[in-house]
């Protein structure tokens, strides 16, 4: 997701620790009970008085497409 | 090394990111693997079509759920073993699919090694219950272990968990108990 944002110009960070040396999804939201791939799926975004609402506007749109098209590689059927 | 480091993804991985190439599942695969595990956050999913008389495989595609360079990885797999014996795939290293790839970053080396771990857990099922061939060891080749171990290692997640919620279901008791007490020694008071 992280890629696919940054080509679309949205620098976000991932909840997916693929990226660091260990292999495990955040922990905090793990005790809230959710699922792995929820887990890895958790995303932050931050907002700055810099930010205008067609920016947020643009992120709204393009970020479901973005959604979508991972989820279209993923061998999980249903999100 | 830390995640904080920006990953400096080549044009190529990028590229077959943006448009992988044998995408999807293939409804009519001779064999299938599915490894890696959801707790890890990394699956490849790989589908063989295999001529049984050449041993020739004539299809394959691929899912994956992660991250750019497990995509582009897993895509430049099926590409490399299009065509090819079941014995040239078997061969087939995470280096030279690292070097098709033009170079993997280091933090990134376990994705080259689960595509290849994928396609040989998807040749190893096709001899299933026929005689094994020479060119496939008996016993399993490091990258198919390294598949399985992100498997167990869902296992091991899954019980550490169990642990945290016994562990938080033992001090809810302790804490009613305590506050029990309480109330009877507030009682003569």
Redesign the interface.
Known sequence: MTVEMSLKGVYLSSGSACTSRILEPSHVLLALKRKYEEAHGSVLMKTTPFLTVSDIEYVLTCFPEAVQRIRSISPFRGG | ???RIP?A?NPKV?EL??N?KN?G?MEDADVEA?VG?????????IYLKIDDETRTITDVSF??????A??AASSIITEMVKGKTLEEAWNASWKEVSEELGGLPS?KFHCGVLAVGALRRAIRNYFEGKELPPWIPEKLTPDERHALE?EQ??EV?TKK?ER?DERIAKEEEEESQEEGGKEKTAVPL
């Open positions: 090394m830390s995640s990953l993804y990028l990111f943006k992988p995408l599942k599915l595990s959801r707790a890890c956050g990394d699956m490849i999913a899912e994956s759920y992660g991250c750019a497990n995509i933090v992100e290692l869902m997640l968990m945290m």
